[in-house]
């Protein structure tokens, strides 16, 4: 599969040698086996594991084998923890809608924080199959009906000419190890109900199901094709950004006579779907200042413009931090750890956004989350609780940035409001001997 796989990724310019690529690996057989096809072919790469926090002690362990997975491989690894069971209930999805949501915004942070070329997935040809599969029976655009592209952007498929029984052919044959999910088995996520119930019954029909599905896509991606080609020419001539916002001359849309499938393709990327867009549309003629949601984006009806800003997803992120981790990202903030012996005459940090705390008090591993009611510290000073709630407030924090406060755990007890106060029982004495600075950038 080797020669394949160097074929394939040549033909579809999807590597070369000279750039990073980051992994998205789960530990199951698809993602270990690219990992396993990347190194032999000698390409530089990173490992990113998403722990979804959705099957208990089993979502740990998935963890521990990816590490130890970067390990073997001698290569980067990150890794990071979602809560979402509570993004699902809040954004009102599925589940598998969710965690790819979650799961793509966070591979695109670290694309571009640590200059990867693309973020490569594991998906195959069976994985083309469901998708199509599960897309009409959803309903969908043109886009929907190609499945799982090769390229898309930034993110790439190495794997996507081959299917799962080869992929558990060569598994066998390299006496390669990966983790099982169990949640694979259950029917209640859609997906899984395709692959476990209907594909067996539409393979009946058709025995080369697959094949005639890659024939099928390879037709609509050239239809596809001259469809995308008009829409960005319509996105440069209705769309611009600042950096931190994205407009669009909605004026421009009413005009187009389909105006309403070129405003859904053009917020496509920001995850608003064709029922939002209609909802978007019928307010044009409606006074300014509406306000409309994606699980990822708000956008707001202006004058003449619709505004669109990322929304903050951090809430359903929390971080679990090893003694070994030396940089932390999160979201929109990173955080740099240092350990040192303390020298004579040093100088304790006096900025808010660094944290000089005495090493032997610290015990590993840490937790980076957001603050919650009832959560208390000793400020720095006291020798006395105080609720972060009450602190924030002293500190006249607006109330709009509260709930953008996170703080540091060690052992369960917060020893830093991350960016205010570092905790009175962490401080750095006369007896220290070493000492964690933690700097907190962006």
């Known amino acids: 599969m080797l020669d394949e796989f160097l074929t394939f990724i040549n033909k579809e310019k999807l590597v070369n040698s000279s750039e ?4 998205a690996v789960s530990g199951g ?3 270990v086996v690219m990992c396993d096809l990347f190194s032999k072919a000698k390409l530089d790469f990173a490992i990113a594991h998403c722990n979804f926090g959705l099957r208990g002690e089993e979502s740990n362990e998935d963890e521990a084998f990816v590490k130890k997975l970067s390990i073997k491989y001698k290569v980067p690894f990150f890794v990071t923890t979602f809560q979402t069971a509570a993004f699902a209930e809040q954004e009102k999805l599925s589940i598998q809608m969710a965690a790819r949501i979650l799961r793509y915004d966070w591979f695109e942070q670290i694309r571009q924080q640590h200059g ?3 973020v490569a997935t594991a998906h ?11 897309n009409l029976t959803k309903g969908t655009g043109i886009a929907g009906l190609h499945g799982i592209q090769i390229k898309n952007g930034t993110v790439i498929r190495p794997i996507w000419f081959v299917e799962k029984e080869r992929i558990f052919d060569y598994v066998v044959e390299n006496q390669i190890i990966w983790r099982e999910d169990s949640s694979n088995e259950s029917n209640k ?13 539409l393979k009946q029909i058709n025995p080369n199901l697959e094949q005639t599905i890659q024939q099928t896509v390879a037709r609509i991606q050239a239809v596809e094709a001259i469809f995308t080609q008009e829409i960005e020419l319509l996105r440069k001539q209705i769309v611009w950004s600042d950096g931190q916002a ?18 859904s393709e053009l917020l496509k990327p920001y995850h608003f779907s064709y029922q939002n867009c209609q909802e978007i549309w019928s307010a044009f003629d409606k ?8 699980p990822t984006y708000e956008l707001v009806k202006d004058r003449t413009e619709l505004v669109v800003t990322r929304r903050n997803l951090s809430n359903f992120l929390s971080k679990v931090i090893e003694a070994t981790e030396s940089i932390v990202e999160a979201g929109h903030f990173q955080l740099l750890f240092q ?18 705390l005495d090493a032997d008090k610290v015990r590993y591993p840490l937790q980076l989350r957001k603050w919650k009611e009832g959560d208390w510290f000793c400020p720095l000073g006291m020798n006395k609780k105080k609720l972060i709630s009450d602190f924030l407030t002293d500190q006249k924090v607006p109330l709009n940035l509260k709930k953008e406060v996170y703080v540091l755990t060690s052992n369960g007890s917060i020893m830093w409001i991350v960016g205010h106060r570092v905790d009175d029982r962490y401080k750095v004495t006369d007896k220290t001997s070493k000492l964690l600075t933690i700097e907190m950038k962006g």
């Open 189 to 201: 996520y859609q997906r899984n109900l395709l692959r476990n119930e209907v594909v067996p019954l």
């Open 287 to 294: 006074e300014p200042g509406r306000t409309f949601l994606s």
């Open 339 to 356: 350990q040192a012996d303390r020298e004579e005459n040093h100088q304790i940090p006096t900025a808010k956004k660094t944290a000089c």
């Open 124 to 134: 195959h040809q069976n994985d083309v199959l469901e998708t199509v599969l599960l």
């Open 29 to 31: 057989m698809d993602s």
């Open 116 to 118: 990867f070329a693309a």
């Open 20 to 23: 990073k690529i980051l992994l």
């Open 246 to 263: 994205t407009y669009l001359n909605y004026k421009a849309l009413q005009a187009h006579n389909q105006g309403l499938i070129v405003l």
